[in-house]
């Protein structure tokens, strides 16, 4: 299983940008799927999950309102879309897979590598 983030750069304050995360594996629909941050000194922080279908999204304190998850599972891909975005957003974005739907990164077997976003002020 790989996992390969990918859409990360820099940005203005105020404004969007899309993450894309491509699965190389053959039962991607079988796995939820989570978006995942880290910034410098800081914890790995949940941002957004979505279920196996793409029925069901659910999303982290800092991304409600503002980021959209997003899932085609015929493309092995999954999307986070970014507005309004401030500094504080500033961060590495892991993509992750999971067999159980969850906002704890321990339920996350595959990782992929990060993608970094720079949100200048």
């Known amino acids: 299983v790989q996992l390969q983030a990918s859409g990360g750069g820099l940005v203005q304050a105020g404004g969007s940008r899309t993450l894309s995360c491509a699965a190389f594996m053959r039962t991607f629909k079988k796995y939820n799927m989570g978006w995942f941050r880290q910034a410098p000194a800081k914890e790995r922080e949940f941002v957004a999950g979505i279920s196996r279908s793409g029925d069901t999204t659910y999303y982290g304190d800092s991304a409600k309102g503002r980021f959209t998850i997003s899932r085609d599972n015929a493309k092995n891909t999954v999307y986070l879309q970014m507005h309004s975005l401030n500094p504080e957003d500033t961060a590495d974005y892991y993509c992750?897979?999971?067999?159980?739907?969850?906002?704890?990164?321990?339920?996350?077997?595959?990782w992929g590598q990060g993608t970094l976003v720079t949100v200048s002020s």
């Open positions: 992750a897979a999971s067999m159980t739907p969850g906002r704890r990164s321990e339920l996350y077997g595959y």
